[in-house]
């Protein structure tokens, strides 16, 4: 069966500093992956999507960037966090049948 | 782009069936709607798609009427379990990738 990996679970990071989440995903290939942020009491945010390896659509202009280094492996990067980037960040992968499985997520704190 | 919008919240007792509407627009006749449940500090998980007429499986049924300007997410005998939040999403099929837009979300409160 498949699985979604998410690390950290909860991350207090400073503003300025750098970020990165990483997303795996087991018992499936070539998945459509995305990344979602999910602020405190409100929905659901599509930052990046990504149907292969090196393919990244940004759906949000911010100072987030989207990598994919293997084919089930997604990542989240920034250079210098903002107070505005806390929230909660879910992975998320689906198949030929758009059939969304969310990982358990990562909670951001910037400080 | 499709805007999604599902009322905020809807309160309902144990044992009774209950219908989470979602308003839609620009839905192509292909293009699906899918719907998940959220628990608190938790990711949201996967409970129905369909794109047309009406879809059934063990745990809840979708209905996208003729016009497609919305859908109904029904789910029959709730339990406190099923207090969380519903999210609608709509996936507009295109050539130059899908576009994906969630609903705002319905907390849905079930008391016994």
């Known amino acids: 069966s498949q699985t979604i990996h998410q690390w950290p679970a909860t991350l207090v990071q400073p503003v300025g500093s750098p970020l990165s989440l990483e997303c795996t995903v087991e018992?499936?290939?070539?998945?459509?992956l995305y990344w979602y942020r999910q602020a405190a009491g409100r929905g659901l945010q599509l930052l990046f999507y990504s149907v292969g390896i090196g393919q990244i659509s940004s759906e949000v202009p911010q100072n987030l960037s989207a990598s994919r280094p293997q084919d089930r492996q997604f990542i989240l990067s920034s250079k210098k966090l903002l107070l505005s980037d806390s929230g909660f960040y879910l992975c998320?992968?689906?198949?030929?049948?758009?059939?969304?499985?969310f990982g358990p997520g990562t909670r951001l704190t910037v400080t | 782009l499709a805007k999604t919008t599902q009322p905020i919240s809807m309160d309902s007792y144990e044992g009774q069936e209950v219908n989470i509407t979602c308003s839609h627009n620009n839905i192509a006749t292909n293009d699906y709607i899918t719907w998940y449940q959220q628990f608190p500090s938790q990711g949201p998980r996967f409970i129905i798609q369909g794109y047309k007429t009406k879809v059934t499986n063990e745990v809840a049924s979708l209905f996208i009427p003729a016009d497609r300007k919305s859908s109904t997410l029904s789910l029959p005998r709730v339990s406190l379990s099923d207090t969380a939040v519903y999210y609608c999403?709509?996936?507009?099929?295109?050539?130059?990738?899908?576009?994906?837009?969630f609903g705002t979300g319905t907390q849905l409160k079930v008391e016994l």
């Open positions: 999403l709509a996936i507009i099929l295109t050539g130059g990738g899908n576009k994906l837009t």
């Open positions: 018992g499936t290939s070539n998945p459509n």
């Open positions: 998320a992968w689906s198949g030929s049948s758009y059939e969304q499985y």
